[in-house]
Every structure is written in structure tokens, then in C-alpha cells.
T-cell receptor
């Protein structure tokens, strides 16, 4: 069964610190790897989308990496801010009018002042 | 511009009643998705539309669930004879088609929180 596993389940860090969230996927064949941010009570918002040929992509203080050989992705957050407190969801799949999206359960990140 | 709009934002209903959830996608987005999110769980795929057609309905949990999309725009998810296990946040998303090397992100609404008492 195609799966996307995220770790840790939850994380608490101090404001200003960096952190890295992990995503392992077993989905095959690979299409693309997406990271979403979901604030409490809101819908997920796209942060990055990476295709097979991309191994890093940045969006402001967010940098996603992809290792297609080990089927791992990470999301690195630099100089965290209180507004970074949210759930971060890793997703594999084509989207764009096609089914086959596989969602991870997310990492719940809390930034403390 | 306007994002994906869902209504109502919250719905409390009694067990056994029918409910209708509405989604207004971003104008021009041909693909529309419905997901269900329970506390502490990942998003559960329900159904997606390409235009007015639903190529894949396999995610609908039971025949109490149905969805339609008219005019390639607004979609309605209907749950008949609601049960307590239907309580969840129902999220709608829309996107453009993927084409060439462009991969379309999903744009989500803020969801409808359904509570069945």
C-alpha cells in the first residue's frame, strides 16, 4: 500500500530556532512531492512542490529537499516565528485533476516565545 | 483574488438528518476535490471532479454520501441519514490541470466542521 510517513508527530521549539521535519514515502511510481502548511481551523496552503528532477526548493524561510533514491523528503524552517505554529503535511501525487494523492498525517509544530 | 469558499463553516446536526455542504472553487479551476479530516488523522480522499464528471468515486465511505458539480463550478457534498462517525472537517480543494512540466498546487477552502449529535 502506498504510504507517506511523517516524523516527528509533534515538535516544540523556541522562537528563532531552526527545525527540520521528515517525510518518508513508499509511493511508486513517484509523481511529485508536496509540502502544505495547515493553520488551526484553516485549510492547507501549498508551500512547495518538487518533481523527480528537483532535489531542493525554497519558499522564503521554508526549504524542502527530496532524495528520490531513499524516498525521503525534509522541510527545513529557518529562524522560526510564532506564525510558523501549524501542522505541516507531506503529500505525494500528481494532483491537477488526477487522483492518486497520498497524504501524510502531518507534523504538529509549536513555536514558543 | 477570491479563494475556495466553503459553506457553512460549521454545521451541527442530529443523527439521522441529511446535510448539504457547499464548495465554490476558484474560477477557472477544472479539478475539484473533496476530503475528510478527522482529529489527528490525515486527509481522507472522498471524490474528485474533472469538470462536471467524477472519474473516481471510490473514496466515498458509503452510499449515504453523494456529490455533484454543476456548470463546472459549484459542488455540493450530501450526507444522508448522518451518523456520529460522520463528524469531521470536510475540506474542498480546486486546481488547474497539470500541463507540460507545470504541476498545479491544490487550493483548499477552510472546510466545514460537521458535528453529528
Amino acid at each position: 500500500k502506498n504510504q507517506v510517513e511523517q516524523s516527528p508527530q509533534s515538535l516544540i521549539i523556541l522562537e528563532g530556532k531552526n527545525c527540520t521535519l521528515q517525510c518518508n514515502y513508499t509511493v511508486s511510481p513517484f509523481s511529485n512531492l508536496r509540502w502544505y502548511k495547515q493553520d488551526t481551523g484553516r485549510g492547507p496552503v501549498s508551500l512547495t512542490i518538487m518533481t523527480f528532477s528537483e532535489n531542493t526548493k525554497s519558499n522564503g524561510r521554508y526549504t524542502a529537499t527530496l532524495d528520490a533514491d531513499t524516498k525521503q523528503s525534509s522541510l527545513h524552517i529557518t529562524a522560526s516565528q510564532l506564525s510558523d505554529s501549524a501542522s505541516y503535511i507531506c503529500v505525494e501525487g500528481p494532483g491537477g485533476g488526477a487522483d492518486g494523492l497520498t497524504f501524510g498525517k502531518g507534523t504538529h509544530l509549536i513555536i514558543q516565545p | 483574488g477570491a479563494g475556495v469558499s466553503q459553506s457553512p463553516s460549521n454545521k451541527v446536526t442530529e443523527k439521522g438528518k441529511d446535510v448539504e455542504l457547499r464548495c465554490d472553487p476558484i474560477s477557472g479551476h477544472t479539478a475539484l476535490y473533496w476530503y475528510r479530516q478527522s482529529l489527528g488523522q490525515g486527509l481522507e480522499f472522498l471524490i474528485y471532479f474533472q469538470g462536471n464528471s467524477a472519474p473516481d468515486k471510490s473514496g466515498l465511505p458509503s452510499d449515504r454520501f453523494s456529490a455533484e458539480r454543476t456548470g463546472g463550478s459549484v459542488s455540493t457534498l450530501t450526507i444522508q441519514r448522518t451518523q456520529q462517525e460522520d463528524s469531521a472537517v470536510y475540506l474542498c480543494a480546486s486546481s488547474l490541470p497539470n500541463w507540460g512540466s507545470y504541476t498545479s498546487p491544490l487550493h483548499f477552502g477552510n472546510g466545514t466542521r460537521l458535528t453529528v449529535t
